[in-house]
Nanobody, 120 residues
Framework: QVQFVESGGGLVQPGGSLTLSCVTS????????MGWYRQAPGKERELVAF???????GYADSVKGRFSISRDNAKNTVLLQMNNMTVEDTAVYYCNAGRTYAGTYQPNYWGQGTQVTVAS
């Protein structure tokens, strides 16, 4: 079992930046691929980014070049730096942990989510 403490969500203006933080509990953090999903009202849940235990990353086309995922294994923490944000980035963002198989990320554990709102 993995538990998460998510923070950093809130209100930001279009073009602004926001950083999400996810601190995990347990001693197996380094064994997991970590990721961020998001879900906006009326839209399907989508994978935003993931980072493998060795640091390999993947991004959704909609955020590539704007968002950056990183991890600090010593602190059991994964970050999502979001830049040049648009109203389409408004969603509940979920931290998660899982495995990567054949290049596909499969989440197994989920955080409660944090609201991100992009508006003037």
């Amino acid at each position: 079992q993995v538990q998460f403490v998510e923070s950093g969500g809130g209100l930001v203006q279009p073009g602004g930046s926001l950083t999400l933080s996810c601190v995990t509990s347990g001693s197996t953090f380094t064994l997991y691929t970590m990721g961020w999903y998001r879900q906006a009202p009326g839209k399907e849940r989508e994978l935003v980014a993931f980072i493998r235990s060795r640091g390999t990353t993947g991004y959704a086309d909609s955020v590539k070049g704007r968002f950056s995922i990183s991890r600090d294994n010593a602190k059991n923490t994964v970050l999502l730096q979001m830049n040049n944000m648009t109203v389409e980035d408004t969603a509940v963002y979920y931290c998660n942990a899982g495995r990567t198989y054949a290049g596909t990320y499969q989440p197994n554990y989920w955080g409660q989510g944090t609201q991100v709102t992009v508006a003037s």
